[in-house]
C-alpha cells in the first residue's frame, strides 16, 4: 500500500485517518476517534477456503478457529476472550472464500494491552496438539448445525455444479471427516498451512481509537512489525468457475422449508477493477425498481412473484455471479417461463432505452447524499469494515470506495448487459414439488440438472418488450443538498410537546450528530391487536398487506434514503420512518393516505396470507435454539402466541375478517410517538394535531394497552419441551427477577457479564458440548433475566441441563478467585459497556424510543442502574447466586427440545412441566405492564 495518501473523508466525519505500510509490508489504516469511550482492532488476511490443501477442506477454517487459543505469550486458551470481556468488549472472526478476518472491541484505555494480545494471533500461536482434538470437534458441531439450513444446503449445490477445478467448488466449512487423523500429524499440518499462507504482506490492519495518529503508528509499530513477511503471493489457478457445458443450465433443488424461488445466474468477469463507476450497480438500480411498471409490480399484478432483489450472487477473483432471484407464487412456480420471458423483456428495456446520463446521475446522487451526510458507526464495525475495503480499494477510497460512482461508461455497461443473456446463464429453481435425481454430498440436498431447451434459449435471445413495462421515472424525493438546522434542542432527553386523552408526542431536536435527517416513531396501541391468537394472526396480516400494498407507492422514497418500517407487537402496531428530514412528512402523509384507503385486493390477500403461513409452518425447521428463543417469549408474554397457532385460525381467515379486524382495531387507539432529529419543536406539535385529525384520536381515545407478562415466582423449576425437526439436541435456562427495580438490573446484567466468557469457554472449548453456547441478559417487559442456552450436537437435554446447573453450582468459588482490581476492572468494563455513548442518530433514537416503551419517562434508567452495579461486591452477587439459582426449589424456566440424535438418551422429566401451555398461562400469575 503506497504512503500519505490522503483518505477521501465524508464532511460529516470527525475521525482523523492515515494509512502506513510497516517493514514487514503489513499495510495499516489508523483512525483517530478522540469522541469515543472504546476502541478496536480488525485484521483481515488474503486467506480463505479458496487456500485449502485439497486434502484437508475446512483448513483454513480450522485454522481461524486454533489462532484464538493461545499463543507462546499468553498461553492460556481462554484468555484472550476473557480479558475482551471483562473490559466491555467483544470479538469474533469469519473465514470466507478468501479472506479471513479477526476484529474486536475494548474499552480505550485496555486497547494496548489488548493490541499485546491480539497481534500474538500473527506471531506466536501455540497450536496447543491437546485442544487440536477439541477444536475440530467444535467445527463439526458448526457443520452439523447448519445441515439443515437451507442457505448452506442450496450453496452446496452450487459449488457441486460449478467447474471442479475451481476452488469454489470445494468444501469449505471443515468437519471430523475432512480434518482426521493423529492430532499431531494434523498439528504439523496446520503449522505448515499457516506459516506458507499467513504473512505481512497480505494482511490489512485496521486500528480505531481515541488516540492521536502518531500514537496509533507507534502502537502499530510496536505490536505488528514482528509479524514474517512471505514475498511468494498466492496464486489461484486460472481457470472459469464454469465450463461451457455448465451453462445454459437449469438446476432443480428441493428445499427443508417451505418456499418457491427462481435466481437467473449470470457468469460475469471479477469486478473490481469497476469500483469507481459501479456499472453493476447501476444496473441493479433499474432491475430492482418496485414502483409502477417494473418488472416485480408487473409479476405481483399477475400473481406470479410476491418479491424481487437483483444484484446478488458470489464472487471471486476471477468471476463474478450476478443474481436476479425471484421469490414466486405456486402461478409462478407454474408458468415460470412467462416469468423468465418478463425479465429478459426488462434486461432488453434497460439495454435500449434505460443507460441514460440522467439516470445514472440520480443514482450517483443518492450516493453522494449518503456519503455526505454518513453517520458514524461503531468503532468494531468501522475497523471490520474497513480492514476488507483495504483489499479491493485504492487507499484513497478505503471509506469512500462504497459511495463512488465517477460517471456512466456507456460501452462498459453495455458489455456487462450483453453477458446478460440465456447462452450464459444458469438457472436456480428452489420448491419443494421438484423432480431430482442426485444429492448433494456432506449437506444432502436433492437436486437435479438438466440443459435448458434450445427453443427457450431461443425465445429468450429476441424478447419483445411488452408495453406494461416501464423504466423509473425521475425520482422526486431526491435531495440535492441540505444542511441542519443550528437550532438548540429544547433540552437534555426528549419532552411531551402534545398531549391529549388518547396520544402522546415526545420530541427532541438534536444538536450532536449534525446531519439533515430525523427518526420518526409512532406506536398505535389497540386491544384489538393481539386480544387472543386470532387478533394477533389478522394484527400480523394487515401489517403485511399494508407494507405489500405501499411498496409501489414508497418505493422511490426508500431508494432516496428515506425508509419506514410497520411491524406488529403485543399491544399493536409501530410505524417507524427514517431518513432526511425534509422528505418524511411527505412520506408520512403518503404512508397514511395509502394506509387509509386499505384496497386490499382478494388476489394479493391470498399470496399474501400464503407467505406469512409458509414463514410460520417453516418455523418448525428453524434451528432449535431459535424456535426454543420464540418459545420463551411465548410462554411468558400474555399477548405472544405460537407460530403454529396462529397460523390454524389464519388459514381460516377471509379478506371480509381482515376488513372487519382492521375496523375494529381503529375504533379506539392510543398513540405514542417520538420525533427526533432535525425536527423543530413546532413541527413535532404540529405533526401530533395533524395525526389526531387524521386518525380521530380524541374523539375515540383509548389507553395504552397492557403487557402482561408471567410472574416465575414460586413455581419451581417449569419444564416445556419444545418439538423440532433437527439432529441437534437445544436448551434455553431461563431466570427472571421478580422487581424491576435498577438494583435487580444491575445484579442480572453483572452476573451476565461476568459469567458469560467462562461459560462460553467451560461449556464449549472444554466441554464440547456444542457450536451455539452462551448466556445473555435478557430482559422481557421490563423485568430483567438471565438466559443460559446450548445447542448440541453431542448430548441431549438431561446433560445439557446438569451442566449449566453444574456451572453455575461452581461459579461461586470462581468468583471467590477473582481479586479486587480485577473485580472492579469486570465491572468498569460492565460501566463503560452500559454507559457507552450513542455512535449516531439511529441508536440515540432507539435508546429513547426503548425508554419510552420501558415507562422511564426521566431517561436516566442506565444512569440508575450505573449507580447500583458500583456498589456492587463480589459477596452481593455470590449471595443473588445462592438466593436465586442454587436453591433446590429455584424459580426458573427451562425450554429443551431433543434432538433425532439424541432419542435413545435419557430423557428430560419432571412432574413441574407445561404440557398445555394455553391453560397455563390462564392460570399463572402475572406481571402488569
Not at 502506513?20 to 478496536?40: M, W
Amino acid at each position: 500500500m503506497p504512503k500519505n495518501k490522503k483518505v477521501i473523508t465524508s464532511p460529516n466525519d470527525h475521525r482523523k485517518y492515515r494509512n502506513i505500510t510497516l517493514e514487514n509490508g503489513l499495510s495499516v489504516l489508523l483512525v483517530e476517534d478522540l469522541q469515543s469511550t472504546e476502541a478496536a482492532a480488525s485484521m483481515a488476511v488474503a486467506v480463505g477456503h479458496f487456500d485449502d490443501p485439497v486434502a484437508r477442506p475446512g483448513m483454513a477454517h480450522f485454522l481461524e478457529h486454533m489462532l484464538f487459543l493461545g499463543t507462546e505469550k499468553f498461553p492460556d486458551s481462554g484468555e484472550y476472550s476473557a480479558f475482551i470481556n471483562q473490559h466491555g468488549g467483544s470479538n469474533n472472526a469469519w473465514t470466507g472464500t478468501e479472506h479471513t478476518n479477526f476484529f474486536y472491541s475494548i474499552n480505550a484505555a485496555q486497547f494496548e494491552a489488548s493490541l499485546d494480545r491480539f497481534s500474538q494471533f500473527f506471531i506466536a500461536p501455540l497450536f496447543d496438539v491437546a485442544l487440536v482434538d477439541r477444536e475440530r470437534h467444535a467445527i463439526e458441531s458448526e457443520f452439523s448445525m447448519k445441515l439443515k439450513d437451507d442457505i448452506r444446503r442450496v450453496y452446496h449445490v452450487q459449488k457441486e455444479t460449478v467447474n471442479p477445478a475451481h476452488p469454489f467448488s470445494n468444501f469449505s466449512v471443515g468437519n471430523l471427516e475432512t480434518l482426521a487423523g493423529e492430532q499431531q500429524n494434523l498439528r504439523e499440518e496446520l503449522i505448515a498451512f499457516y506459516n506458507e499462507k499467513y504473512s505481512a504482506n497480505i494482511m490489512t490492519l485496521c486500528i480505531v481509537a481515541p488516540t492521536s495518529l502518531d500514537d496509533l503508528a507507534k502502537l502499530a509499530h510496536t505490536y505488528f512489525a514482528a509479524i514474517t513477511h512471505h514475498p511468494e503471493p498466492t496464486q489461484y489457478p486460472d481457470t472459469p468457475i464454469y465450463l461451457a457445458e455448465q451453462l445454459q443450465a437449469k438446476i432443480n433443488i428441493v428445499p427443508l422449508k417451505e418456499q418457491r424461488r427462481i435466481a437467473i445466474t449470470f457468469a460475469l468477469p471479477a469486478l473490481e477493477r469497476f469500483y469507481k463507476r459501479k456499472p453493476l450497480t447501476f444496473i441493479s438500480h433499474l432491475l430492482g425498481y418496485e414502483g409502477k411498471g417494473s418488472l416485480l409490480s408487473y409479476l405481483k399484478e399477475r400473481g406470479l412473484a410476491n418479491n424481487l432483489s437483483a444484484g446478488g450472487g458470489v464472487n471471486g477473483y476471477n468471476f463474478k455471479d450476478y443474481n436476479i432471484s425471484i421469490q414466486l407464487t405456486d402461478l409462478g412456480l407454474n408458468k415460470l417461463k412467462d416469468v423468465i420471458d418478463c425479465t429478459f423483456e426488462y434486461i432488453t428495456l434497460i439495454r435500449e432505452t434505460g443507460l441514460s446520463d440522467w439516470r445514472y446521475k440520480e443514482r450517483a446522487a443518492l450516493l453522494k447524499v449518503a456519503f455526505q451526510y454518513q453517520e458514524q458507526v461503531k468503532a468494531l464495525d468501522l475497523a471490520s469494515h474497513l480492514s476488507i475495503n483495504m483489499h479491493h480499494y485504492d487507499v484513497e477510497d478505503v471509506v469512500f470506495g462504497d459511495y463512488r460512482m465517477d460517471g456512466l461508461d456507456v460501452i462498459e455497461t453495455q458489455q456487462l448487459l450483453a453477458m446478460m443473456t440465456p447462452t450464459n446463464m444458469r438457472l436456480q429453481l428452489i420448491a419443494p414439488e421438484l423432480e431430482t435425481d442426485k444429492q448433494a454430498a456432506w449437506y444432502h440436498s436433492p437436486y437435479q440438472i438438466r440443459k435448458i431447451a434450445t427453443e427457450d434459449i431461443t425465445r429468450w435471445l429476441a424478447p419483445k418488450v411488452r408495453s406494461e413495462l416501464t423504466l423509473p421515472s425521475p425520482n422526486p424525493f431526491i435531495i440535492d443538498h441540505c444542511v441542519a438546522r443550528t437550532d438548540k434542542s429544547n433540552g437534555p432527553v426528549p419532552l411531551v410537546v402534545s398531549q391529549e386523552p388518547g396520544y402522546r408526542i415526545w420530541h427532541k431536536k438534536d444538536d450532536e450528530f449534525n446531519v439533515p435527517k430525523g427518526h420518526l416513531y409512532l406506536s398505535l396501541d389497540s386491544a384489538q391487536a393481539a386480544a387472543s391468537p386470532k387478533h394477533a394472526a389478522l394484527t400480523r396480516l394487515y401489517v403485511e398487506m399494508l407494507l405489500d400494498y405501499l411498496t409501489e407507492y414508497t418505493y422511490q422514497a426508500e431508494v432516496a434514503g428515506l425508509s419506514y418500517n410497520i411491524y406488529p407487537h403485543q399491544g399493536g402496531i409501530t410505524l417507524h420512518l427514517t431518513g432526511f428530514s425534509g422528505k418524511q412528512e411527505a412520506l408520512l402523509s403518503l404512508v397514511i393516505e395509502k394506509a387509509r384507503e386499505r384496497k386490499f385486493t382478494q388476489n394479493r390477500f391470498e399470496l399474501i396470507k400464503k407467505q406469512i403461513l409458509r414463514s410460520w409452518y417453516n418455523h418448525t425447521q428453524a434451528k432449535p435454539i431459535s424456535q426454543l428463543f420464540t418459545s420463551l417469549t411465548v410462554t411468558l408474554q400474555k399477548r405472544s402466541f405460537e407460530p403454529a397457532r396462529m397460523a390454524e385460525l389464519l388459514e381460516e381467515i377471509t379478506l371480509e375478517d381482515l376488513h372487519a379486524h382492521v375496523k375494529s382495531f381503529y375504533e379506539k387507539i392510543h398513540l405514542e410517538g417520538l420525533v427526533y432529529g432535525d425536527w423543530l419543536e413546532s413541527e413535532a406539535k404540529a405533526l401530533g394535531c395533524k395525526l389526531n385529525r387524521i386518525l380521530s384520536l380524541v374523539t375515540s381515545p383509548s389507553s395504552e394497552s397492557s403487557r402482561e407478562l408471567i410472574d416465575l415466582s414460586n413455581k419451581g423449576t417449569l419444564l416445556r419441551e419444545v418439538s423440532a425437526s433437527h439432529q441437534d439436541s437445544g436448551i434455553i435456562v431461563y431466570y427472571q427477577s421478580d422487581t424491576a427495580t435498577p438494583e435487580n438490573m444491575a445484579l442480572f446484567s453483572l452476573l451476565n457479564h461476568t459469567m458469560s466468557s467462562t461459560f462460553f469457554h467451560e461449556l464449549r472449548t472444554q466441554k464440547q458440548l456444542g457450536y451455539m453456547v452462551g448466556t445473555g441478559y435478557l430482559p422481557l417487559n421490563r423485568y430483567p433475566g438471565i438466559i443460559f442456552y446450548i445447542q448440541s450436537p453431542n448430548s441431549g437435554p438431561q446433560v445439557l441441563l446438569q451442566a449449566i446447573d453444574e456451572f453455575i453450582a461452581d461459579f461461586t468459588y470462581a468468583i471467590l478467585q477473582i481479586t479486587n482490581e480485577q473485580w472492579e476492572s469486570t465491572k468498569t468494563g460492565l460501566v463503560n459497556q452500559v454507559m457507552e455513548h450513542d455512535a449516531n442518530l439511529k441508536t440515540r433514537s432507539q435508546r429513547y424510543w426503548s425508554s419510552i416503551g420501558n415507562k422511564d419517562y426521566a431517561f436516566n434508567q442506565r444512569e440508575n442502574v450505573v449507580e447500583q452495579i458500583k456498589t456492587l461486591t463480589r459477596s452481593d452477587l455470590i449471595k443473588f447466586i445462592m438466593k436465586k439459582m442454587r436453591t433446590k426449589h429455584c424459580d426458573r424456566l427451562v425450554l429443551f427440545s431433543t434432538g433425532e440424535s439424541h432419542q435413545d438418551q435419557a430423557q428430560l422429566k419432571s412432574d413441574n412441566m407445561i404440557l398445555d401451555l394455553r391453560a397455563f398461562k390462564l392460570k399463572a400469575e402475572q406481571f402488569d405492564y
